[in-house]
């Protein structure tokens, strides 16, 4: 009996010494896109400020950070004011994983309020020809997912 209560005891003290450990884990940042346009990027994790900084458009090579972070949940937040962003995420961080966000651009995003007026107009003129699922992104938004090393661009 007092077998099993050690070995369960130690079990949980296991348990809990896995998950309070911090570790170095990447996190990359990027925008795919290939639009030359720019736009700020501010990236909290368990709200402390990761990073706070323009993200530019690359398809090879994402901004990479390396943060201490434990293993399990983890809330991350991410704004942006150019984008009209304001985006919040939960992830479950494993050993030997990197988290990965992506920046999706909306169709519309830089376009200012003439093109843009211009555009719902030709719209509304010719609605057999032009329908309103064009831009097929109507809002920006951030991906946000985790995964095995090693991290490959493709």
């Not at 290939?34 to 690359?58: E, N, R, W």
């Not at 942006?80 to 990965?100: C, G, M, R, T």
Request: net charge neutral.
């Amino acid at each position: 009996m007092k077998k099993n209560i050690v070995i369960i005891l130690f079990g949980i003290l296991l348990v809990i010494f896995f998950f309070s450990i911090k570790v170095s884990t990447n996190i990359y940042v990027g925008d795919y896109s290939y639009s030359p346009m720019v736009i700020d990027v501010q990236l909290k994790i368990d709200d402390k400020l990761v990073l706070d900084d323009s993200l530019h458009s690359s398809p090879f090579f994402p901004t990479i950070l390396n943060e201490k972070l434990r293993y399990g949940f983890h809330k991350i937040n991410i704004s942006s004011k150019k984008a009209d962003i304001d985006q919040e995420n939960k992830v479950f961080l494993f050993p030997n994983q990197y988290v990965h966000i992506e920046f999706f651009r909306a169709d519309t995003l830089g376009m200012g309020e003439e093109a843009l007026a211009e555009y719902n107009s030709i719209i509304e003129t010719f609605p057999g020809v032009f329908s309103k699922r064009i831009p097929s992104r109507t809002r920006s938004s951030f991906g946000v997912w985790t995964n095995f090393n090693p991290f490959y661009t493709e």
